[in-house]
């Protein structure tokens, strides 16, 4: 499963995700199925950097995310 890590308050303005989203976050970044961004961009463009990530990386920045 691939995942994206980006700019929580950019996935919100662009209104991909909603601000009280249940996906992990820190505050700053959040985490998310690459599938829901391929979805959203089918109507939009993409115009902000994210960083694709594999299953286990998403897990760990989870887990890292929960201690601070």
């Given at each position: 499963?691939?995942?994206?890590?980006?700019?929580?308050?950019?996935?919100?303005?662009n209104?991909?995700?909603?601000?009280?989203?249940?996906?992990?976050?820190?505050?700053?970044?959040?985490?998310?199925?690459?599938?829901?961004?391929?979805?959203?961009?089918?109507?939009?463009?993409?115009?902000?950097?994210?960083?694709?990530?594999?299953?286990?990386?998403?897990?760990?920045?989870?887990?890292?995310?929960?201690q601070?």
């Amino acid at each position: 499963m691939t995942y994206v890590e980006v700019d929580k308050e950019i996935a919100v303005r662009n209104e991909i995700i909603k601000e009280n989203s249940f996906f992990p976050t820190n505050g700053k970044k959040v985490i998310f199925k690459k599938d829901i961004l391929t979805a959203w961009s089918d109507k939009n463009k993409i115009d902000f950097e994210y960083r694709e990530i594999n299953t286990q990386e998403a897990l760990k920045l989870r887990e890292q995310w929960q201690q601070i």
